[in-house]
């Protein structure tokens, strides 16, 4: 038991990273008030423009680790870009958040295949090489977490956990949170302190797009290697994290642990011998089960933002 | 003079209405300057004015003797002007600290610097005598306390005028008591306070001199020492109007509504009412008085079918209907004016036509087959508009929440009376509203009485269950602690048996 979880534990947590991170853009946009169920899309726009810039700039330098970090940046960007539609739309025109998450889903996965195509000649994009895999020094040695925790990991990982670090200091010690925060519960109240909450808004999408171009990216420089067209569910997995871990930072880190652990189970079930005993569909099938289930149990006593989905109307009484 | 705030000839217009036409109000420093008018009458509109959301078309704007342009409520707070809204701002999973915080947060280089903020509220609220708990979360405080985290939250930004909006509209009867103290505090250290209110008790209370406006215009600003509280309301509503309600004496009749040893458990599953019997009569009005909170709101969702309640049975003309669905209860005639109109009362983004006919929109002539008859119910609701002076902009196809809160109330109320029911239940069903409003329904509700129908009267003001009723029923704590006639007794008494000092004997219901 014990060699297959530090057998499993590596793939697992590369596995929650992208997962973490889009879940994470996504409690800035809903803590805003804007429900963003785009993130499946705004993944594969990050995947395709981190893959895409990662291809050209390893055919210049190759074997560069810059090509890398250029790609996760670009990645970032388009990601925000992208969210901008669903800001302008959600903010501007009050249009239904819902709706606008859906167009951003289906656009993203039509635009980056065509684009690929044209670009590649096949829709996939595959780079050279991703970041490589170490044993973090001196900690890897602690016993018990350190071959948990410290080895076969990736500079992204420890990003990432920077990243939500950072995050949970900037939504609960800093104006710039409690500020966001407030639009997403009572946008009025926010109006009448004198903010602009149109503005903040913006931000929460746009910091959502750029995490979730991110968490795309990441995708591809980790464990696939290659655009597909595709970022298979994790945008919408990201968002039940986002839920099941109660709209805080620490719960989307529990939330998406657990995901990131059994759908790992679940892919590698088969080569390990003490798993394939189960059959392969209940593990697959274990995460979404679960989710239902935490959903139906955390429905009661939710914490959603409560102005979340709602279209800000300054004028309502 | 020493003025803190005058605005001098204000006229503002909105498409197709006039709001304000030609209004002059000076704020005196360190008074309380009551602003007193009919809904409608332009009120909030010229507070919008001197609070930066909306600007004026004609008149001048002078804080502290200086002419000034209040482009938007940012400014107004740089001139020292607040405002406590009718419906609060606060963010209900914040702290009282991080409410008043927002907007202007006390930092340490891009730290919120949570401390140093609540140790000011906590002065400040020490200094005014608010007595509120910086660390507290909003969700878990009273209505009253959130009220006095609004009035800190404009004296830590500085204000030196507080606008209050219906100050008391939201408040039990000790904590209006406690607001006259605070306003008192808030007097002694300076500041000045405009009072928009209907209430004429409250500003013979509280006000040093009265500013009336009628249909956009100022009437006049009075001494409120040397005014009667009838010449008030007379300026107001611009006829003679009486306080004292006509009416006959009650004939009773058979009993319409049974209640017996009801129990009703509130929404944190604590017994809100317990054990409570009450016999309700054609042709007479029952009043029920209390304290809010103590069980009121549990009975009426039991009578009209909200609630379930946990033992006990409900009767209407004898027939038992403890377990009826809504409908059912509505179509053996019963007619509820609930107490919150906007949760309960109108689907706020329907027109008043289809809010109308919420009810019987599944009857002829209001539907037929399943198809709704558009044309009759536009009739229907244009009948009750006429009827009951519901004023609107596009008559019935307004959308409800562009109405005024007391041209909301008297839409339901028109709907409730026009069903016509055995039994009409009415919840506070004059909160809110202006006096000239209110005379309309209290005459409303003794015509249905007259007419031989049962009316339960569920109200916070005392004044209305000792004009209205003819039986007092009191509630404290869910328990119903006397049972009155309301010609024998005073607000004394009802007084102490609120306070649940229980009654005497007192007549079996």
Redesign the interface.
């Known amino acids: 038991m014990w060699t297959t979880l530090v057998q499993i534990m590596p793939y697992a947590i590369v596995f929650t990273i992208p997962l973490l991170i889009t879940a994470l853009g996504a409690l800035f946009s809903e803590r805003s008030g804007i429900v963003n169920i785009g993130l499946e899309g705004l993944m594969v726009v990050g995947a395709f423009a981190g893959a895409f810039v990662i291809f050209k700039f390893q055919a210049l330098w190759p074997n560069n680790a810059a090509a890398l970090w250029m790609g996760l940046l670009v990645a970032m960007i388009a990601g925000i870009l992208f969210s901008l539609l669903h800001a302008f739309a959600s903010i501007n025109l009050s249009a239904n958040q819902i709706i606008s998450g859906t167009a951003i889903n289906m656009i993203a996965g039509a635009i980056t295949v065509f684009l690929a195509r044209n670009m590649t000649g096949s829709g996939n994009i595959r780079i050279t090489s991703g970041f490589s895999r170490y044993d973090v020094p001196l900690l890897s040695d602690i016993p018990v977490i350190g071959k948990l925790l410290f080895t076969n990991t990736y500079d992204t990982t420890w990003l990432i956990l920077l990243i939500v670090a950072a995050s949970t200091f900037v939504l609960y010690k800093t104006p710039f949170g409690l500020r966001l925060r407030a639009c997403g519960e009572h946008p009025h109240a926010a109006e009448a302190a004198g903010i602009n909450v149109r503005k903040m808004r913006y931000m929460g999408v746009m910091i959502s797009g750029a995490f979730s171009g991110l968490g795309g990216a990441i995708i591809i420089v980790t464990f696939a290697g290659e655009f597909t067209g595709s970022v298979s569910g994790l945008g919408f997995l990201a968002l039940a994290s986002l839920i099941f871990g109660q709209w805080k930072p620490m719960g989307i880190l529990a939330a998406t642990l657990f995901f990131g652990f059994a759908s790992t189970v679940a892919n590698v079930s088969q080569v390990i011998p003490s798993l394939a005993v189960i059959p392969p569909v209940i593990l697959k099938v274990f995460p979404y089960v679960v989710t239902l289930l935490a959903l139906i149990v955390f429905s009661k006593s939710s914490r959603a933002p409560q102005a979340a989905g709602e279209p800000f109307d300054s004028g309502k009484r | 003079m020493d003025y803190a705030v005058e605005m001098l000839g204000i006229r503002k217009e909105f498409p197709g209405i006039v709001a304000n036409d030609d209004i002059t109000l000076c704020l005196k420093r360190g008074e309380v300057h009551a602003l007193l008018g009919e809904n409608g009458a332009g009120k909030s509109t010229l507070m919008g004015i001197l609070f930066g959301m909306y600007q004026a078309d004609r008149g001048l704007v002078k804080v502290n003797g200086k002419e000034v342009r209040i482009g938007n ?2 400014v107004a ?1 740089k001139l020292g002007i607040g405002m406590v ?1 009718q ?1 609060f ?6 702290t009282v600290t ?2 008043i ?5 006390t ?1 340490k280089g ?3 610097d949570v401390k140093t903020a609540s140790r000011r509220i906590e002065e400040l609220s020490q200094r005014y005598g608010l007595n509120v708990d910086p660390y507290a979360k909003i969700e878990d405080i009273s209505v009253g306390m959130q009220q006095r985290v609004e009035i800190l939250k404009m004296l830590y930004r500085d204000a030196e005028v507080l606008i209050l909006d219906e100050p008391t509209a939201v408040l039990t009867p000790q904590e209006i008591l406690d607001l006259g103290v605070i306003m008192r505090n808030l007097i002694q250290e300076g500041k000045s306070i405009i009072l928009i209110t209907h209430k004429l008790k409250e500003i013979k209370a509280n006000a040093h001199r009265c500013t009336v406006i009628r249909r956009g215009r100022t009437i006049g600003t009075v001494d409120v020492a040397a005014t009667s509280e009838l010449a008030m309301a007379e300026m107001m509503v611009g006829r003679q109007v009486t306080f004292k309600v006509d009416k006959k004496p009650a004939v009773p009749g058979a009993v319409v509504l049974e209640v017996d040893s009801l129990s009703v458990k509130n929404n944190k599953k604590c017994l809100a009412l317990s054990d409570f019997s009450l016999q309700v009569r054609a042709g007479e009005i029952v009043g029920i008085a209390g304290v809010d909170g103590n069980g009121q709101s549990e009975l009426v969702e039991a009578i009209a079918g909200l609630r379930k309640p946990e033992s006990g049975t409900v009767r209407l003309k004898g027939e038992e209907i403890t377990a009826m669905s809504v409908r059912g209860r509505i179509q053996r005639g019963i007619g509820h004016i609930p107490e919150d109109r906007q949760k309960r009362g109108l689907v ?1 983004d329907y027109s008043i036509a289809e809010n109308m006919v919420l009810e019987v929109y599944h009857r002829e002539p209001h539907s037929r087959r399943g198809i709704l008859n558009k044309l009759a119910i536009k009739q229907y609701a244009e009948r009750i508009i006429a009827s009951f002076d519901v004023r609107s902009g596009q008559g019935a196809a307004s959308i409800v ?1 562009s109405l005024s809160g007391g041209n909301q109330q008297k839409a339901i109320i028109g709907r409730e009376i026009e069903l016509n029911p055995d039994l009409l239940i009415a919840v506070q069903p004059t909160r809110g509203l202006d006096v000239g409003s209110i005379e309309y329904i209290h005459k409303r509700l003794i015509e249905q009485r007259d007419k031989g129908k049962a009316v339960l009267l569920i109200s916070l003001e005392l004044d209305e269950i000792l004009n209205l009723s003819d039986r007092i029923a009191v509630v404290n704590q869910g328990e119903r602690v006397g049972i009155v006639e309301a010609s024998e007794t005073d607000e004394n008494e009802i007084g102490m048996l609120m306070a649940g000092v229980k009654a005497e004997g007192g007549e079996g219901a």
């Open positions: 409520p940012n707070t809204h419906h701002k606060l963010v209900s999973t914040f991080e409410n915080i927002l907007g202007s947060e930092r891009f730290v919120l706020l929440r």
